[in-house]
């Protein structure tokens, strides 16, 4: 009886080295550093644990095998005080070890992707750039045109475009009604359309900051005096509903094509905005600058001269031809 208990005591104090040897070499694997060579993002699908360890390894943020798979759910189950796992595209740093990983998986951000909209773009032209954008989900149909802020935004992996499409028809609902709010009334520019449709003439007609207030100027002028606004933008838009250039320069037959559009053809606004006028262009007509002017031309220099009467816009318009003379 006694020779058994010694070789049972033996066997427990055997197994308890052991135990200890294992404990303290997964300890070791759970600081050490990992195989992942640069830092790198990772989208780690929703659908347990099983499919989090095989992400992981597959993208060698953790070395392959079943060992550290035990090794890695043993970590989670005791350290599961910490928090939850989440689903969602993680950036690993360089060698993460599985306490990294854990703390990644954990509380780390998701990574961001940014999409920019530039200002002038029609909503045709917008929803192909949310279209092509990388990672997100879903299709849009084309928003309604001038709908959308022109900025850059920030969006997750795994966004429905439907969602970011929201996010950018909200932001120009917001900026719309702030400088609504706080413009220079004047009668010519009665509700917040006729201040996106004139935004949307002033963003196309010129790329000039210093300019934008006097372009809305001028058209404030001519809406005031009953005059036609005889925008070119305006034309091209008619004829082909904001696609992008025509590839060739306005013919008087496309100055006398009618359209809703068309403010050769027709007395005040076009019927809708023409593209995405941005921030600049929606406070250069709600402040616009002060004077007589009615009539602008390109300077040849990449501005415009702006004539109060007939008589000197035609002088402008000479210089202007002068200077494309070779």
Same mark, same amino acid.
């Given at each position: 009886? =006694?020779?058994?208990?010694?070789?049972?005591?033996?066997?427990?104090?055997?197994?308890?080295?052991?135990? !200890?040897?294992?404990?303290?070499? +997964?300890?070791?694997?759970?600081?050490?550093? !990992? @195989?992942? #060579?640069? &830092?790198?993002?990772?989208?780690?699908?929703?659908?347990?644990?099983?499919?989090?360890?095989?992400?992981?390894?597959? &993208?060698?943020?953790?070395?392959? +095998?079943?060992?550290?798979?035990?090794?890695?759910?043993?970590?989670?189950?005791?350290?599961?005080?910490?928090?939850?796992?989440?689903?969602?595209?993680?950036?690993? #740093?360089? %060698?993460?070890?599985?306490?990294?990983?854990?703390?990644?998986?954990? %509380?780390?951000?998701? /990574?961001?992707?940014?999409?920019?909209? *530039?200002? +002038?773009?029609?909503?045709?032209?917008? &929803?192909?750039?949310?279209?092509?954008? @990388?990672?997100?989900?879903?299709?849009? $149909?084309?928003? @309604?045109?001038?709908?959308?802020?022109?900025q850059t935004y920030d969006y997750e992996w795994g966004t429905p475009r439907a969602v970011l499409l929201s996010?950018?028809? $909200?932001?120009?609902?917001?900026?719309?009604?702030?400088?609504?709010?706080?413009?220079?009334?004047?009668?010519?520019?009665?509700?917040?359309?006729?201040?996106?449709?004139?935004?949307?003439?002033?963003?196309?007609?010129?790329?000039? *900051?210093?300019?934008?207030?006097?372009?809305?100027?001028?058209?404030?002028?001519?809406?005031?005096?009953?005059?036609?606004?005889?925008?070119?933008?305006? /034309?091209?838009?008619?004829?082909?509903?904001?696609? =992008?250039?025509?590839?060739?320069?306005?013919?008087?037959?496309?100055?006398?094509?009618?359209? *809703?559009y068309n403010t050769y053809t027709l007395p005040g606004l076009p019927a809708g905005p023409i593209c995405a006028? !941005?921030?600049?262009?929606?406070?250069?007509?709600?402040? @616009?600058?002060?004077?007589?002017?009615?009539?602008?031309?390109?300077? +040849? $220099?990449?501005?415009?001269?702006?004539?109060?009467?007939?008589?000197? %816009?035609?002088?402008?318009?000479?210089?202007?031809?002068? %200077?494309?003379?070779?």
């Open positions: 009886m =006694g020779r058994i208990l010694k070789w049972l005591a033996a066997l427990l104090m055997l197994l308890g080295l052991v135990a !200890g040897g294992l404990a303290g070499w +997964g300890w070791w694997l759970y600081r050490t550093s !990992g @195989p992942l #060579p640069v &830092a790198r993002a990772v989208v780690v699908p929703r659908g347990g644990l099983g499919s989090t360890i095989s992400t992981l390894q597959h &993208a060698r943020v953790l070395e392959g +095998g079943d060992v550290v798979a035990l090794v890695f759910r043993m970590a989670v189950r005791l350290t599961r005080k910490d928090g939850v796992l989440h689903a969602a595209e993680l950036e690993f #740093p360089a %060698h993460a070890s599985i306490r990294d990983t854990l703390f990644v998986l954990r %509380h780390g951000r998701p /990574v961001l992707h940014r999409i920019t909209v *530039p200002e +002038g773009l029609s909503a045709m032209q917008v &929803a192909d750039i949310i279209e092509r954008a @990388p990672v997100l989900t879903g299709s849009i $149909a084309v928003p @309604p045109e001038g709908a959308i802020l022109p996010r950018m028809q $909200a932001a120009m609902a917001t900026a719309l009604d702030t400088v609504w709010r706080g413009r220079d009334p004047v009668p010519e520019i009665p509700d917040r359309r006729a201040l996106l449709i004139l935004a949307s003439m002033v963003e196309h007609e010129t790329a000039i *900051p210093s300019e934008r207030p006097m372009v809305a100027r001028v058209f404030i002028n001519r809406l005031k005096q009953g005059m036609r606004l005889q925008s070119d933008p305006t /034309v091209v838009y008619g004829l082909n509903q904001g696609a =992008g250039p025509l590839g060739h320069a306005l013919t008087r037959m496309d100055l006398d094509t009618p359209s *809703p006028p !941005g921030q600049a262009a929606l406070e250069a007509v709600a402040h @616009p600058a002060s004077g007589n002017a009615l009539y602008f031309v390109a300077n +040849g $220099a990449g501005g415009h001269l702006f004539a109060s009467s007939l008589e000197e %816009h035609n002088r402008n318009v000479g210089a202007y031809r002068g %200077h494309r003379t070779p």
